[in-house]
Every structure is written in structure tokens, then in C-alpha cells.
């Protein structure tokens, strides 16, 4: 049986393959100082010395400490998007595919480096908005796109009766997956949530999404 989980990290393996190398080092030694530092107390010439470049070699991949960021922050989280993207659909039950995706969605987002790339996004959206919405773009709104279309097949499939925007639902279950694990590691810190936590959030959020969307007959013979 097809596992519906994300898929092993190809996103990022694949981007190291395409980029040069010493644009990677570059932006691995951008990500220790904007994580150390924020963006507004972080320079080129720290971001030089952790990447172990000059500062005119930065200068050859990226025009700025803003282009340098907005790239960093694009480029993570879509490795991350495109990882939890995947939902298999053959011999699986709606409800166990949309368990063992919001599973994998917690554990994602309640991870300590995703905390702190929401945290640097966050600690830089005054100065530079629109790399606030580049991380939405190529995040949540793509994740959302993406269960949305899976959504809608199994609503074609007469699995799931969902009479509203299909964006919209797959929001929904994804607020729902998230309780309050995400919100209580971003603004108190603390240990990233267990998997059986995260299991028996999941599992009341699949209850509650399944009640509100399974077709009418499955509600009447329950």
C-alpha cells in the first residue's frame, strides 16, 4: 500500500544539485546569522564570515542583504511545501490519508527550525512585506492549493460532500490539525510536541472535518 506522508526531502536535494555551491554555503551561513541575529541586526560581514566567503563574492549572487533574505526564506519554505504537498490516494481511506498528512503537517510545523524561520519571517515582515508574502505564496497558500485539488477528487469520487470553496475546507483542516501546538511553540518556546499529541490533535481534527464533509448517506447510515 502507497504511504500519503510527504515524501523523503527530494525538494531539498534537488535544489543543492541545481544551485552552485558556493551560493549554498553562502545561504546556509545567511541562515545561522539571520536566525542568530534577525534581520535587522544582521550584516553582510557576518553573513560572509559564517559562510566563509568575502563579502565581494556575496555580492556576485545577491544584490543586497534583502535579496539575500527574501531568497533564504523563499527557498526554505518551499522545500518545505513541496515535501508536504503529497497525498496518495490509491487503496487508502480519506480519513487515514488526511491522518497521516496532518501528522506530518504538525510535526513540520511545530519543528524547531521551522519555528525559527516563522520567527525571522515574523521579526522582518515591517521592513520587507513582500518577502512576508513570497513565504505565504510558496507555503500555506500552496499547501492549501494543493489539499484543495486533493479535496476535490474525492468529492468527485463521492468520498467527500463539500459544497463550498474547496480552498476554503482545506484551510479549515489545516487550522484544525494545527490546535494550539503551533501557536504555543512560537510565542512560548518549549519542547516540539510528541508524536501521540500530535496524533490525538490530528484525530479530533479528521472527527471534526469528516462529520462536517462526509457524504449525506454515510451520515444518515451513522
Do not use: W
Not at 487503496?91 to 491522518?99: C, K, M, N, S, T
Not at 489545516?174 to 484525530?203: H, M, W, Y
Amino acid at each position: 500500500m502507497s504511504d500519503p506522508t510527504p515524501r523523503p526531502d527530494t525538494a531539498t536535494a534537488d535544489r543543492q544539485t541545481r544551485e552552485p555551491p558556493k551560493k549554498l554555503e553562502i545561504l546556509n551561513g545567511a541562515r545561522r546569522v539571520f536566525r542568530a541575529e534577525g534581520f535587522a541586526g544582521a550584516s553582510m560581514g557576518q553573513i560572509a564570515q559564517a559562510a566563509g566567503v568575502s563579502k565581494g563574492t556575496l555580492y556576485v549572487y545577491f544584490d543586497s542583504k534583502e535579496d539575500l533574505f527574501r531568497e533564504l526564506v523563499v527557498a526554505d519554505k518551499r522545500d518545505t511545501a513541496e515535501r508536504l504537498s503529497h497525498l496518495e490516494e490509491d487503496g487508502i481511506d480519506v480519513d487515514r490519508a488526511l491522518q497521516r498528512f496532518g501528522e506530518s503537517f504538525v510535526a513540520m510545523l511545530t519543528a524547531p527550525e521551522h519555528i525559527a524561520l516563522i520567527r525571522m519571517v515574523i521579526g522582518a515582515a515591517d521592513k520587507l512585506p513582500d518577502a512576508g508574502r513570497a513565504f505565504y505564496e510558496v507555503g500555506p497558500a500552496y499547501g492549501i492549493k494543493r489539499l484543495a485539488a486533493y479535496l476535490e477528487r474525492q468529492v468527485e469520487a463521492g468520498k467527500l460532500a463539500i459544497d463550498e470553496d474547496m480552498e476554503r475546507a482545506a484551510a479549515q483542516f489545516l487550522n484544525l490539525c494545527q490546535g494550539d501546538l503551533a501557536k504555543s511553540r512560537l510565542f512560548c518556546g518549549g519542547e516540539q510536541p510528541g508524536p501521540e499529541e500530535i496524533k490525538a490533535t490530528v484525530e479530533s481534527a479528521v472527527r471534526l472535518f469528516m462529520r462536517a464533509y462526509q457524504p449525506r448517506n454515510t451520515r444518515a447510515e451513522g
